[in-house]
């Protein structure tokens, strides 16, 4: 079997495990664990909300909107920040862009020009 298609796998199930399921595995345990410590131990709460299924309702529909706030508030404030971080430290972009700055300049060598476009192809092909 081809040692890149097992990577590709292993990436795979490593972002579908942290982005979505070990999310909804975690909001489950927030949920218990709040409902646990906040509403059963507490008896102010404990009339008002002692069934989980209710404070697991009442805390979604509160918690969803709250995070796309948050998410909203990353987009527009981080995540130029993160991008430009990741492309900072990526060397095939680094390597492009010096490709592409040679072109333009007339330093760069046909062996580059072929290098990299050979290089583009096989990303375009995967």
Excluded: C
Excluded at 15 to 24: A, E, Q, R
Excluded at 49 to 76: A, C, E, N, Q, V
Excluded at 88 to 102: E, I, S
Aim: cysteine-free.
């Amino acid at each position: 079997m081809n040692e890149y298609w097992i990577r590709r796998r292993w990436w795979e199930g490593r972002t579908g495990n942290s982005t979505y399921l070990m999310f909804i595995l975690t909001l489950l345990n927030f949920i218990l664990i709040t409902h646990r410590f906040l509403i059963e131990k507490n008896t102010l709460f404990e009339n008002f909300m002692s069934d989980l299924w209710f404070f697991g309702i009442i805390f979604i529909i509160t918690y969803i909107p709250i995070s796309i706030l948050i998410g909203f508030w990353h987009r527009k404030t981080q995540w130029k920040v993160e991008l430009t971080l990741k492309l900072l430290q990526n060397p095939m972009n680094a390597k492009m862009f010096r490709v592409m700055l040679d072109v333009q300049t007339g330093k760069a060598t046909k062996e580059e020009i072929e290098e990299m476009g050979n290089i583009l192809k096989n990303i375009e092909k995967k």
